[in-house]
């Protein structure tokens, strides 16, 4: 079952500009990740935030959630061409993750 | 670092074949994943270890079985290959987690093709 839903599926911004991608969720969260998947490769774990933060950082990347809402955003400031990529939000559930169908982010040189 | 890693980057497979995916992880993280990867389906749960030897069934199990008899060892089989099984297969480990996921680590997955 869906339980991160990501917006928008894609992305295309200039190299330079920030990219922000949302993340909707049904159910209550202990946590909520975000990972990020170069085509063709396995996915990499970016962040995690827990269900007590509202917002955390990591280099050029920013998380913020939303529990009333049952949402998260993932900012990324100052978008450089390696950023392109796909982009999942996940939500915890017991010991396992529930993915998102996740965001195509491209950033055009 | 963690490192997982599967088997094969490309397989290619006949209808009615038993297929074996290997997957191996240098970190002594109790928690492995199967997972498989479909355009516009996103990250579907196959089968999850928590131990040696323990399995639980994920969101797709059906044409599926899994081995674990090591605890850096998870294994995926498809008991009788057919064409809707053609896709990316991940896998992914991490350590136990209490009431906070831990983050999971991913090799490069396997595109597996039934013919």
């Known amino acids: 079952s869906q339980q991160g839903e990501e917006d928008p599926q894609a992305l295309s911004i200039q190299e330079g500009e920030n990219a922000t991608m949302n993340c909707s969720y049904k159910t209550s969260i202990n946590n909520l990740q975000w990972y990020r998947q170069n085509s063709g490769r396995g996915l990499v774990h970016l962040i995690l935030i827990r269900s007590n933060e509202r917002e955390k950082h990591s280099g050029r990347l920013r998380v913020t959630l939303d529990t009333s809402k049952k949402s998260s955003s993932l900012l990324i400031t100052a978008s450089r061409a390696a950023d392109t990529a796909s982009y999942f939000c996940a939500t915890g559930r017991a010991q396992k993750l529930v993915f998102g169908q996740g965001t195509r982010l491209t950033i055009n040189p | 670092d963690v490192k997982v890693t599967q088997s094969s980057r490309y397989l290619v497979k006949r209808t009615g074949e038993k297929v074996f995916l290997e997957c191996v992880q240098d970190m002594d993280h109790e928690n492995m994943f199967w997972y498989r990867q479909d355009p516009g389906l996103g990250l579907r749960l196959i089968y999850f270890?928590?131990?040696?030897?323990?399995?639980e069934k994920g969101d797709i199990p059906e044409g599926y079985s899994v081995s674990r008899e090591k605890k850096e060892r998870f294994s995926l089989i498809l008991e009788s290959a057919s064409t809707n099984q053609t896709s990316m297969y991940l896998c992914?480990?991490?350590?136990?987690?209490?009431?906070?996921?831990?983050?999971?680590?991913f090799g490069d997955g396997t595109r597996l093709s039934i013919l």
């Open positions: 270890s928590y131990d040696v030897k323990m399995k």
């Open positions: 992914a480990s991490s350590p136990l987690g209490g009431r906070v996921n831990q983050p999971q680590h």
